[in-house]
């Protein structure tokens, strides 16, 4: 079956430093790859979506990356703040046509 | 605010007992998801409809069952409830069936169970 997975360790940055978060997947080549954030409590807000003839996508201090061959995707923030604290989750569409949802991997940048 | 409208927001209820989860969508939106996530699973596909019909199923359990309006509002039922049913249930909306043209989905603020 079609798998996504993250780190499920917390990732703890510097303010200022890139963050860096991975999403792999297996069992599965789907053509569009979606990043979301999720602060506690509350419901998952869409950030990118990058297909999978794009290599890289960016938007002000986000960058995603999508390397078909790999089946991973990056997501970096540059120049990092303490807001920036949260957990972030990717997600593709399986190929039953549902939104599946990685474990998410919490960022938590310190001042 | 992302559009997404769900009620209640806080619900607490004994096991065994019954209750009905609320959502309107966004707007303009034909498609309505449904997801439970809890700490040790995460965020669990349930159920999608797309204007009116059921659309697409994930791992829903029986004992759970939704439904869309011609209003397009949507409802989530669960009975029978368990201490393992309490989660944070989201309702989200999209313009289009899931999987065409790489839809965005808005997610409403969830609707926190409480089994006891």
């Known amino acids: 079956s079609q798998k996504i997975e993250q780190n499920s360790e917390a990732l703890n940055i510097q303010e200022g430093k890139t963050a860096t978060l991975t999403c792999n997947y297996t069992?599965?080549?789907?053509?569009?790859l979606q990043w979301y954030r999720q602060d506690p409590g509350r419901g998952p807000v869409f950030l990118l979506l990058?297909?999978?003839?794009?290599k890289e996508k960016r938007k002000e201090r986000l960058k995603v990356t999508f390397d078909t061959t790999l089946k991973q995707s990056l997501f970096h923030i540059t120049a990092s703040q303490p807001a920036d604290s949260a957990t972030y989750l990717c997600?593709?569409?399986?190929?039953?046509?549902?939104?599946?949802f990685g474990q998410g991997t919490e960022l938590s940048v310190k001042p | 605010d992302s559009g997404v409208t769900q009620t209640p927001k806080h619900l607490i209820t004994a096991t065994g007992q019954r209750v009905t989860l609320r959502c309107s969508p966004r707007?303009?939106?034909?498609?309505v998801y449904w997801y439970q996530q809890s700490l040790d699973q995460g965020l669990q596909f349930l159920i999608q409809?797309?204007?009116?019909?059921?659309?697409a199923k994930g791992n829903i359990l029986e004992r759970f069952s939704a439904q869309q309006f011609p209003d397009l509002h949507s409802e989530l039922n669960l009975s029978s409830l368990e201490l393992g049913d309490s989660a944070l249930y989201f309702c989200?909306?999209?313009?289009?069936?899931?999987?065409?043209?790489?839809?965005?989905?808005?997610f409403g603020e969830g609707s926190w169970l409480t089994v006891v």
């Open positions: 069992n599965y080549s789907p053509a569009y």
């Open positions: 997600a593709v569409y399986n190929q039953g046509g549902k939104l599946i």
């Open positions: 409809y797309y204007n009116g019909e059921e659309r």
């Open positions: 990058i297909r999978e003839n794009e």
């Open positions: 707007s303009g939106d034909l498609s």
């Open positions: 989200a909306s999209s313009v289009g069936p899931q999987g065409v043209g790489g839809n965005t989905i808005y």
